[in-house]
């Protein structure tokens, strides 16, 4: 089973929006990260957050942890076409710092 | 700066065929780590090492072997090829694991098994 969950698994929103997406995640971490894929490529390291840190920001990013709820989210501002891509989150679990879990997914669509 | 490189692009096999994917960083990296991405399921470790000579299993390593004989390349071995390898499989590098840092991603290998 994932140890991630993103959701909504889809999100359409208007360019100059911003757009939220939530992750949940099963056991305790060592750190949680965000990366963006755009169709047909690679994935793209976004933001990276400890277990100890409760927000980080990057440009037009901002995510969020609570390691009491188990969950993280993750908001781009002001949005653009160019942000039209699937954003996964992943955790590093405190049991094995090696390995890096997945999330399905949220694919966003910004309309111009 | 090449990054991580992957090789082929695409590939179709048919069933029991095998075949080698390569995996080659420049950014001497110590991790490197292969996922197979289908669709609704996101990416799933298949293996992963933290140096020359060791490997370690992922999540979903039945049917792909590996080996890391250089800090460079990272090969991924499908012995005897089955439908339900069908995917994207991607490689990732990382400094020292992604417990102290992000994954460097190659654009990835779309293999089809018939």
């Known amino acids: 089973s994932q140890q991630g969950e993103e959701d909504p698994q889809a999100l359409s929103i208007q360019e100059g929006e911003n757009a939220t997406m939530n992750c949940s995640y099963k056991?305790?971490?060592?750190?949680l990260q965000w990366y963006r894929q755009n169709s047909g490529r690679g994935l793209v390291h976004l933001i990276l957050i400890r277990s100890n840190e409760r927000e980080k920001h990057s440009g037009r990013l901002r995510v969020t942890l609570d390691t009491s709820k188990k969950s993280s989210s993750l908001l781009i501002t002001a949005s653009r076409a160019a942000d039209t891509a699937s954003y996964f989150c992943a955790t590093v679990v405190r049991s094995n710092d090696y390995k890096l879990s997945f999330g399905a997914g949220t694919t966003v669509t910004v309309r111009a | 700066n090449a990054g991580v490189t992957q090789t082929p692009k695409f590939q179709v096999l048919k069933t029991g065929q095998s075949m080698t994917l390569q995996c080659a960083q420049d950014?001497?990296?110590?991790?490197m780590s292969w996922y197979r991405q289908d669709p609704g399921m996101g990416l799933r470790l298949i293996h992963y090492?933290?140096?020359?000579?060791?490997?370690d299993q992922g999540e979903v390593p039945n049917g792909y072997n590996v080996s890391r004989s250089t800090t460079e390349d990272f090969p991924l071995r499908l012995l005897s090829a089955a439908p339900s390898q069908t995917s994207v499989y991607f490689c990732?590098?990382?400094?020292?694991?992604?417990?102290?840092?992000?994954?460097?991603f190659g654009e990835g290998s779309r293999l089809t098994v018939l």
């Open positions: 950014m001497n990296h110590e991790y």
């Open positions: 056991t305790s971490i060592n750190n």
């Open positions: 990732a590098s990382s400094d020292r694991g992604p417990h102290t840092g992000e994954l460097f």
């Open positions: 090492s933290v140096g020359a000579g060791i490997t």
